[in-house]
């Protein structure tokens, strides 16, 4: 996938397109994605930098970078603390599109940006989507946007090409996730616990569950994200999902390097590494 990247395969595709084209290449090969998440900016956009192009070397298929917000409610603990020390060093929303132009000049890996509605909504929607898509923005997950409130930003996003990837919980209704599958982009991000992002040492036992029921709704990819933290949980949860989404262990990783800053690129790739290897390969195709 990376070396299909690198030869131009999927140049000229952007946002939506290209996740599209991603998702199909990994399903002819009877492969699944695998999707790590960043903080943009923790502990500084330049090691951000350096992180993307080392997750993508590594085999990472797309990769999700978090806007840093005040608020996080959806996070937990770690990834909590990663959006403050990204703060704290001034990461702003222009300045991680700023970067996403940088990793541009080096790497077509499909690019979703995380983050909330206000920050979005203090930018200017259309200037986001305009600016976003001039970047090299694929797709953003905003975490705390009902489908409900999504037309507007859906309105903007669609002309530029840019996909707004919605996340679905176990607690939804089967009447709700045929709404939220109607106006999905991309792919969908399912979450497989009720609670915030973080390590749990059991796999969450409503994920495979989540996923049968959004199955009856939709064709699209399905990512499954929320309490995967090692390796070993990747072969099961990659078998019924489309793409299994990994950021508080990776965080976890940035933040125990930050005193010994040589080490920190290499740990992440190499946490990355085992996570893309446990990959299942040839799986029977759905």
Do not use: W
Not at 56 to 73: M, T
Not at 200 to 208: A, C, I, V, Y
Not at 231 to 246: G, S
């Amino acid at each position: 996938m990376v070396e299909e990247m690198k030869k131009g395969t999927y140049k000229a595709l952007r946002g939506t397109q290209k996740i599209e084209a991603t998702f199909e290449a990994l399903r002819k090969k009877g492969s699944k994605a695998f999707i790590p998440y960043i903080t943009a900016g923790d502990p500084d956009i330049a090691t951000t930098k350096e992180l993307v192009l080392a997750l993508e070397n590594e085999g990472a298929h797309i990769i999700e970078l978090g806007v840093p917000f005040s608020d996080p409610v959806a996070d937990g603990p770690i990834i909590q603390e990663a959006t403050a020390r990204s703060l704290a060093a001034g990461t702003t929303l222009a300045s991680v599109l700023d970067l996403v132009k940088q990793v541009r000049q080096e790497s077509e890996i499909p690019l979703i940006l995380m983050t909330y509605y206000n920050l979005l909504l203090a930018y200017g929607l259309e200037e986001f989507a305009r600016d976003g898509a001039k970047a090299g923005v694929d797709g953003v997950i905003i975490a705390d946007l009902p489908v409900e409130e999504g037309d507007e930003l859906r309105e903007v996003l669609d002309p530029q090409g840019l996909a707004l990837v919605p996340l679905v919980a176990p607690t939804s209704t089967q009447e709700r996730l045929q709404r939220i599958a109607e106006h999905a982009r991309g792919f969908i991000y399912c979450v497989s616990l009720t609670g915030v992002t973080g390590e749990r040492q059991e796999l969450p036992p409503d994920g495979e569950k989540l996923l049968q029921r959004m199955r009856e709704v939709t064709d699209l990819p399905l990512a499954l994200g929320f309490g995967i933290s090692k390796a070993e949980q990747i072969p099961y949860m990659a078998e019924k999902a489309d793409a299994v989404i990994v950021g508080s262990a990776i965080v976890k990783v940035i933040a125990q390097n930050l005193n010994e800053r040589e080490k920190l690129v290499p740990q992440v790739a190499s946490l990355v590494r085992q996570m893309v290897q446990a990959l299942p390969q040839k799986l029977t195709i759905k």
